[in-house]
């Protein structure tokens, strides 16, 4: 089983700058198709970005492409979202997700996840 384990969130003003990064706890993502959804209070959870297991194909949602990148190091288990120019809207739960095959934006999909990273990006 593999057990997504997410870091990194915190309090930005906005403008700034987070790198949230996911590791593996137990069986390695390798093979796994990896993505970040969020989830704000009150909404229902989002797609943000995911990436393929071998790192060659990237998705972003139109909300966030141009601001944040997604990447992976099998090597080392762990993929990581660089998000830059936060807005107050990317304020929201971030989780990182795995699933077999290729990246989908229903998180319905995905079979594992983390517990959630908190983002807040103040105005």
């Known amino acids: 089983q593999v057990q997504p384990v997410e870091s990194g969130g915190g309090l930005v003003q906005a403008g700034g700058s987070l790198r949230l990064s996911c590791t593996a706890s137990?069986?390695?993502?390798?093979?796994?198709?990896m993505s970040w959804f969020r989830q704000a209070p009150g909404e229902e959870r989002e797609f943000v970005a995911g990436i393929s297991w071998s790192g060659g194909s990237e998705y972003y949602a139109d909300s966030v492409k141009g601001r944040f990148t997604i990447s992976r190091d099998n090597a080392k288990n762990t993929v990581c979202l660089q998000m830059n120019s936060l807005k107050p809207e990317d304020t929201a739960i971030y989780y990182c997700a795995a699933k077999l095959g290729s990246i989908t934006i229903y998180p319905g999909n995905y079979i594992y996840w983390g517990q959630g990273t908190q983002v807040t990006v103040s105005s």
């Open positions: 137990g069986r390695t993502f390798s093979g796994y198709a």
